[in-house]
């Protein structure tokens, strides 16, 4: 079954920097648009970053281009998002998603929070 594992959140100064990790297994990783999603309190879900499967392609929000870069290895099975100049406004559950037809497949998140 399709399983993503998030990890490398945790607490961090404005400014600052952190990589996020999602391990995945169950489903063809090389060849799979992955994205990244975030949850801030109280509000919706959003897309942060997208890349198709052979990493040709990216897409921003707009709230995070020039900061944010997505990456993957399709040797490792693994998505990443490296983050520098956090700001408090980045504070959030952040995900990674699969899309397979019509079904979703999230992990299960990794605490962002951006805090001076």
């Known amino acids: 079954q399709v399983q993503l594992v998030e990890s490398g959140g945790g607490f961090v100064q404005p400014g600052g920097s952190l990589r996020l990790s999602c391990a995945a297994s169950g489903f063809t990783f090389s060849s799979s648009t992955m994205t990244w999603y975030r949850q801030a309190p109280e509000k919706e879900r959003e897309l942060v970053a997208l890349?198709?499967?052979?990493?040709?392609?990216?897409n921003y929000a707009d709230s995070v281009k020039g900061r944010f870069l997505i990456s993957r290895d399709n040797a490792k099975n693994t998505l990443y998002l490296q983050m520098n100049s956090l700001k408090p406004e980045d504070t959030a559950v952040y995900y990674c998603?699969?899309?397979?037809?019509?079904?979703?497949?999230w992990g299960q998140g990794t605490q962002v929070t951006v805090s001076s």
């Open positions: 890349i198709t499967s052979a990493g040709g392609i990216t």
């Open positions: 998603n699969l899309a397979l037809g019509r079904t979703y497949f």
